[in-house]
């Protein structure tokens, strides 16, 4: 399979707890993008890097989310100190920067749902 | 950012066209139309987009509006497969901040009836 893979595929945790994702994308894709999708709701952007550096980032990413994509491969999203606000699918997607970005096409994973007790 | 209007929800039977309809009015010049559907417990997956003419693809094809205010997803044959929500997406030929994101509404939740 070289879709883009998430582990896990579902935390559970309790609330203070910190926690970890991680996103291995499609493996020749140079873009990878983060999103925040709860319930009834489509997904939310939270963060975008090309290669390893992290060129945008979204409001909702509080001081308490980081994220990182080390040589420029596999990604990891951390939450420190989770709140049961923080409960929701996280998805991760990537894509193959070549070209405008109005012609280009997102691969998502099929997401981490976490649960903050 | 311009934004998009769909129905909540719409319903088809088996092996019948649907016609999934997309309200864009103040889209601009540079913006193309882009489809995305998720199916339960996936992530979104791209279906297809066009910026002027129709477009076609093994998925479905695209038909947009002469005045590019509307435009509408068509399947031509739902199965049950194609139960999913969703989501018409504008997004912005030039790059500049903000321009890396899919804006998601809440999309139509396609139901598909035996």
């Known amino acids: 399979d070289t879709g883009v893979s998430q582990d896990p595929r579902h935390k559970i945790t309790k609330r203070g707890q910190n926690v970890t994702f991680r996103c291995d994308p499609i493996s020749e894709h140079n873009r990878l993008y983060w999103y925040r999708q709860t319930l009834g709701q489509g997904p939310e952007f939270l963060t975008y890097?090309?290669?390893?550096?992290?060129?945008?980032k979204s409001r909702l990413l509080s001081d308490r989310f980081s994220a990182e994509r080390p040589k420029g491969s596999f990604s990891t999203l951390e939450i420190q100190r989770t709140e049961q606000g923080d409960s929701a699918m996280y998805l991760c997607a990537s894509s193959l920067g070549q070209g405008a970005l109005s012609n280009e096409k997102l691969f998502f994973g099929s997401g981490t749902q976490l649960s903050v007790l | 950012d311009a934004k998009t209007t769909q129905p909540n929800s719409m319903e088809s039977n088996e092996e019948e066209p649907v016609h999934l309809p997309c309200n864009h009015s103040t889209i601009s010049g540079t913006d193309y139309i882009h489809w995305y559907r998720q199916l339960p417990s996936q992530g979104p997956e791209y279906v297809i987009h066009?910026?002027?003419s129709n477009v076609n693809n093994r998925m479905a094809s695209l038909a947009i509006a002469e005045d590019r205010k509307s435009s509408t997803l068509i399947l031509h044959r739902a199965t049950l497969r194609d139960a999913a929500v969703y989501y018409c997406?504008?997004?912005?030929?030039?790059?500049?901040?903000?321009?890396?994101?899919?804006?998601f509404g809440k999309g139509t939740k396609l139901s598909v009836i035996p």
């Open positions: 066009g910026l002027t």
């Open positions: 997406i504008l997004r912005d030929v030039y790059s500049g901040a903000g321009s890396y994101q899919l804006t």
């Open positions: 890097f090309q290669n390893e550096a992290q060129l945008e």
